[in-house]
Nanobody, 115 residues
Framework: QVQLVESGGGLVQAGGSLRLSCAASGRTFSMNDIGWYRQAPGKQRDLVAT???????MYADSVKGRFTISRDNVKNTLYLQMNSLKPEDTAVYYC?????????WGQGTQVTVSS
């Protein structure tokens, strides 16, 4: 059974930083493109960043230059370093493959940025 477990969220002031982790179990994702998604209250779940199996990355315009996605294939773990956080980054953050696999959604981790 595949499980993706997100962690590292919290409450931070605007301008602060957080590092999210996504630990995968049940299968290896080293050959998959994988990404971070987020869902703010009352809004749809949006793609934040992806990293391909070969290491190339893509970012949503809203986070470009502030967020960095990375992966450790040995640990089967995905990361998201978030710097210069803004109140509009407040959301529940999830990891999943890209494109998504509906069965892989975890509980997510809450990120709240205060102004």
């Amino acid at each position: 059974q595949v499980q993706l477990v997100e962690s590292g969220g919290g409450l931070v002031q605007a301008g602060g930083s957080l590092r999210l982790s996504c630990a995968a179990s049940g299968r290896t994702f080293s050959m998959n493109d994988i990404g971070w998604y987020r869902q703010a209250p009352g809004k749809q779940r949006d793609l934040v960043a992806t990293i391909r199996s070969g290491g190339s990355t893509m970012y949503a315009d809203s986070v470009k230059g502030r967020f960095t996605i990375s992966r450790d294939n040995v640990k089967n773990t995905l990361y998201l370093q978030m710097n210069s956080l803004k109140p509009e980054d407040t959301a529940v953050y999830y990891c999943n493959t890209a494109p998504i696999a509906l069965d892989y959604w975890g509980q997510g981790t809450q990120v709240t940025v205060s102004s």
